[in-house]
């Protein structure tokens, strides 16, 4: 069996962080496992409270997964702070970690900040080097190449200029924009873009997670990058044309929706 290493925060109402991470991955029938950098309390309406690991907790995690049972791939989600993610980066190098898909987790969609803003410096210095895609969604990207993305024009020129600085495959993911769902991935120059039409459905808390472990998943079962990301975007519809409706506010997905 394969085994694929969550790294991100916990979501107490299941539907976002290492708790959809774990549930793409029993989907995707690999062995998961978590490293939680973070306690949050949220639920479908918002974030109401963050605890965060202390920096020897998340070592010592680590230690544990990597020196037991060696992850096949590893995501990355929410990191928070800068202390945290130098952490992070210093024992996926100790370990040498293969397979690293960065989502750059930075705001809730209800718009609570899940990274410290002394963080991001770290997140492009110490993590963004080692990872070998990364998923930011809209407005990740337009913090990462510091101007605003309304089209699939603008998608493009955002993974030009982060590609200045980041030598991983750049997946910009289009859940954001108003028509359609398209997202970009961008290979060392070459463009190739995964597009569905939008599904109608409000419910889209930890679509970001689930997508990137869903790519981890593919990796670590040996496909190449493209392959990953295709297979994980058509779980990515399916989860949510399943049509779960839970919560009173933005409700999480179907994950065991092929099961
Ligand atoms: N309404 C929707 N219909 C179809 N796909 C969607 C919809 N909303 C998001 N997605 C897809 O979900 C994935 C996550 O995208 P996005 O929502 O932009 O990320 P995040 O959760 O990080 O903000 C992408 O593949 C995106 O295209
Ligand atoms: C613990 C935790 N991690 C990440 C997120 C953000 O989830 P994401 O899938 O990027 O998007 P939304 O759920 O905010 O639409 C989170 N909420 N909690």
Redesign the pocket.
């Given at each position: 069996m394969k085994k694929v290493l969550t790294i991100?925060?916990?979501?107490c109402s299941g539907?976002?962080?290492?708790q959809?991470d774990l549930k793409t991955m029993t989907a995707h029938k690999v062995y998961g496992m978590s490293v939680i950098t973070?306690l949050?309390a949220?639920n479908t309406t918002g974030?109401y409270g963050i605890l965060e690991a202390g920096t020897e907790f998340v070592a010592n995690q680590m230690d544990c997964v990597f020196t037991d049972i060696v992850p096949d791939a590893v995501k990355i989600?929410?990191v928070s702070s800068a202390p945290i993610i130098e952490t992070i980066a210093k024992k996926l190098t100790e370990y040498q970690a293969k397979n690293i898909v960065l989502?750059p987790?930075m705001?809730?969609?209800?718009g609570?900040k899940?990274l410290s803003d002394d963080a991001m410096d770290a997140l492009i210095t110490k993590l963004i080097p080692l990872a070998d895609i990364i998923t930011p969604?809209l407005p990740e990207a337009e913090c990462l190449c510091g101007f605003s993305i309304h089209t699939k024009e603008e998608m493009v020129r955002a993974a030009e200029a982060i590609a200045k600085f980041c030598k991983a495959a750049i997946l910009i993911k289009g859940g954001h924009l108003s028509d359609t769902a398209d997202d970009l991935l961008y290979t060392a120059g070459k463009t190739h873009w995964f597009s569905s039409s939008r599904v109608d459905n409000p419910n889209?808390?930890?679509?970001?997670?689930?997508?990137s472990s869903a790519i981890a998943c593919n990796l670590a079962m040996g496909y190449p990058a493209e392959t990953s990301v295709e297979h994980a975007k058509n779980y990515i519809t399916g989860a949510l044309q399943a049509g779960l409706d839970l919560g009173k506010g933005?409700g999480p997905l179907d994950h065991c929706f092929d099961l």
């Open positions: 991100a925060g916990s979501d539907g976002a962080g290492i959809a973070a949050t949220q974030v989600g929410m989502d987790v705001v809730s969609t209800s609570s899940l969604n889209t808390h930890g679509t970001g997670c689930t997508l933005s």
